[in-house]
């Protein structure tokens, strides 16, 4: 009984060798302020990873999308209409190989 009501009285912080449970609860103070600063710069990375995943699907979706026009262009039937505009047509006669030979 009379541990408890020292311990409510505070006397281990005023007492003449109260200096060492002073440093005690100074380090455990920083230890605490480090662990808080701690938990919220993994918070911040946790919103960080989160903002750059939504950001990679878009950028994957506008890739996708791009992809699948360039492929649509490329079609035979697509070049052949855009030149027949221009007033190119296909050739008629099939092209001719050229052979060089070293001497």
């Not at 409510?8 to 007492?15: H, R």
């Not at 710069?41 to 919103?47: E, G, L, T, Y």
């Not at 050739?91 to 001719?96: D, K």
């Amino acid at each position: 009984m009379n541990n408890l009501r020292s311990i409510l009285n505070i006397e281990f912080l005023i007492k003449d060798d109260a200096l060492k449970n002073w440093r005690m609860i100074l380090f455990l103070s920083l230890l605490a302020v480090i662990m808080i600063s701690s938990g919220h710069s993994a918070d911040k990375k946790i919103f960080k990873i989160a903002s750059l995943n939504t950001d990679i699907k878009l950028l994957k979706s506008e890739f996708i999308e791009a992809k699948k026009q360039l492929l649509v262009l490329k079609k035979e039937s697509t070049v052949i209409k855009v030149l027949s505009k221009r007033g190119v047509g296909s050739a008629s006669s099939p092209p001719i190989k050229i052979t060089v030979s070293n001497e």
